[in-house]
Structures are given as C-alpha cells and as structure tokens.
C-alpha cells in the first residue's frame, strides 16, 4: 500500500531555490556589458573642461577680466591643478530659471554645470553634485539698526537666481504685515533704494554681498523658517570620475586656504564659505 498522503515524502525544488541565486549572476553577467565611465578620460584626453554657466550673476560670474567671479576663479584653480583648459560655456537659461531641467544642456555642450548650481533634491534627481561650497539664503538691505521686525513697507524685491523657497518668504512677510514690490535686476534695486523709493529691500544673499559691497547698507541674512541653500557644481549621472577629481581637488583647495582667499576678493564672508569637506 501507498504511504498515506500526509506522510509522503517531498520532492526537492532545488530550481526553485537557486533561482535567486541565478539572478544575481545574471545581473552582474549584464552589468559587465554597461559602458565604462570615461568621463576623466575624456577630459584628460582634450586636455580641455567645458563648464556651463550663466553669463551673469555676481559674485559667482561676473564677466569681468580682472574679477571674472567666484565660480569662475574655483574653477581656474581647479582646472590649472588639473592640467586641463578651462572653456565657459554661457547659458542664459541658468540665469532666469533655478530648474536644471529647464536649461535644455546636453553633454555635448558641457561636462560640468556651475554658476549657482542647489546642492538639493531637485537638482540631485537630474544631476549629480559636489559637497558644496557656498551657502545662500535670504538677505534684508537696510540702513543700520534696520531689522526685519521694523522695516517699513514696501520693500523691494529681486529673486536671483537659485531655487530659494519664494511662497516661504511670501508667507514670512505676511505674517509681518510687509508687502514686497518685485525688481527686475539688481542695478534697479540699488538705485530705487538709495533714491528713498523703499526702506529696505530683499534678495539672495550672494548676489546682495556684491550688488551693495560699497555702499552704507547692511546686509543680514534672514534665519528660519527661512531656509538655507547649498550651492556646489552639477556633473551628468554617472560621471563619477570626473566628478571625484573636481570634488578631491576642491577639498584641497580649501585645505590650503585658496578658496578663502577667493572668497575674501568678492567679499565674501566666512558664514557664506561652506565647511563641507
């Protein structure tokens, strides 16, 4: 007679259990044909680095000779300890739109993105990024002693360029009663507060250290809620060993006190200078 049902033996599934097993081997198997990462190569090979950014925004680009911009003159340093040529590629799309996937760049115009580029999610999901090395966010102009708790409506405003959070601000102000007129470029700003039109104005903070470096206004950068912004430089998903190279030579850079002494010729101050390592 047969065993019973309950006690008959069970036949082994051992396809079954290596199935997983399988999979692993054929994903690294396809990984093994994915094309190799020659970013580095590439640019050793032209000798030469092609960097997209905006054609003005001080004081990261300044398109001046003798002062060309922060950004520009990390980049100098960075390129010359490399031993690549530096080209500027401008883009004037970075300049009226913070989302990167507005600026329609491709790889074949540049192997970096820089110019205020957010070292946030939003830029993270189209680009990879270096630890930054500014920090940004929303600064008030004002004669001295003027603070955001007295300031006198309206104010001026002129958004910049990166991807600071504007409806937080619109709701910062509302709660105190400050009603904001928007500017379009950073001259006017200057002129229709020093000509008495507002009691004080509001901008992003790097482009407020340059626009008004010598004048007898002070510029505070506003605390929370408002949010701060790292800045850094944007290269192509997958460019990890170009990207490696430019992040290790810009930690050098700062360990040495070259990026502070860049810095300090666009007035920048130490609290704008990331400690990111």
Not at 101 to 113: D, K
Not at 121 to 141: E, K, M, N, Q, Y
Not at 217 to 235: H, Q, W, Y
């Amino acid at each position: 007679m047969s065993a019973p049902a309950h006690k008959r033996p069970r036949k082994s599934h051992w396809l079954f259990d290596m199935a997983p097993l399988a999979l692993c081997f054929a994903l690294l198997f396809a990984v093994s044909f994915l094309p190799p990462d020659s970013a580095r190569y590439e640019v050793d090979r032209l000798g030469r680095l092609n960097v997209c950014m905006p054609p003005l925004y001080p004081p990261l680009v300044t398109g001046k000779a003798d002062r060309p911009g922060f950004e520009v003159e990390l980049l100098q340093e960075i390129t010359e300890r490399l031993g690549w040529r530096l080209n500027i590629v401008s883009n004037a799309s970075m300049g009226r739109d913070f989302n990167p996937r507005s600026w329609r760049i491709t790889r074949a115009q540049c192997q970096v993105l820089a110019g205020g580029i957010a070292v946030n999610s939003t830029t993270r999901s189209f680009l990879d990024t270096t630890d930054p090395h500014l920090v940004t966010g929303w600064a008030l102009i004002a004669p001295p002693g003027t603070t955001i708790e007295t300031v006198q409506s309206p104010v001026g405003f002129l958004a910049g360029l990166t991807g600071l959070d504007r409806i937080g601000l619109g709701q910062y102000l509302r709660q105190r009663a400050i009603t904001a007129t928007i500017v379009n470029d950073a001259a006017t700003l200057r002129a229709r507060l020093e000509a008495g039109d507002y009691d004080a104005a509001i901008t992003e903070a790097l482009l407020a250290s340059t626009t008004f470096s010598n004048t007898n206004l002070a510029i505070t950068v506003l605390g929370p809620p408002l949010e701060r912004i790292p800045l850094g430089m944007g290269f192509w998903k997958g460019d990890l060993t170009l990207k490696r190279a430019v992040q290790s030579t810009i930690a050098n850079i700062r360990a040495d006190g070259t990026l502070a002494v860049i810095a300090a010729r666009y007035n920048l101050k130490s609290e704008a200078v990331s400690s990111s390592k």
